[in-house]
């Protein structure tokens, strides 16, 4: 079994900061993309940043040049550092990690259980 599990969620005032951790466990063989999704109530789940493998980096338009996405391949773990929080990035963060378990099978989408970032004004 693949585990996705995520840290560091909270309340923060506008303008703080966050850093949201996610590691992986279980039975790997390989991990290409991992990254952070939200999803504000009312709205549809959305990509805030990825980072492959290789360390190719893509953020949402609205996440560039606050959040910043790294990764620990040898620990399996992804972050994401958040700055200059806003009111509308108030939404429940989920950690996805594109895994493959074993050599002799193919990739899928794994997802971590959400964690809760809110933003007061």
């Known amino acids: 079994q693949v585990q996705l599990v995520e840290s560091g969620g909270g309340l923060v005032q506008a303008g703080g900061s966050l850093r949201l951790s996610c590691a992986a466990s279980?039975?790997?063989?390989?991990?290409?993309?991992m990254g952070w999704y939200r999803q504000a109530p009312g709205k549809e789940r959305e990509l805030v940043a990825a980072s492959t493998s290789g360390g190719s980096t893509n953020y949402a338009d609205s996440a560039k040049g606050r959040f910043t996405i790294s990764r620990d391949n040898a620990k399996n773990t992804v972050y994401l550092q958040m700055d200059s929080l806003k009111p509308e990035d108030t939404a429940v963060y989920y950690c996805?990690?594109?895994?493959?378990?074993?050599?002799?099978?193919?990739?899928?989408?794994?997802w971590g259980q959400g964690t809760q970032v809110t933003v007061s004004s």
């Open positions: 996805n990690a594109v895994i493959q378990r074993h050599r002799w099978t193919s990739f899928f989408n794994y």
């Open positions: 279980g039975s790997i063989f390989s991990i290409n993309t």
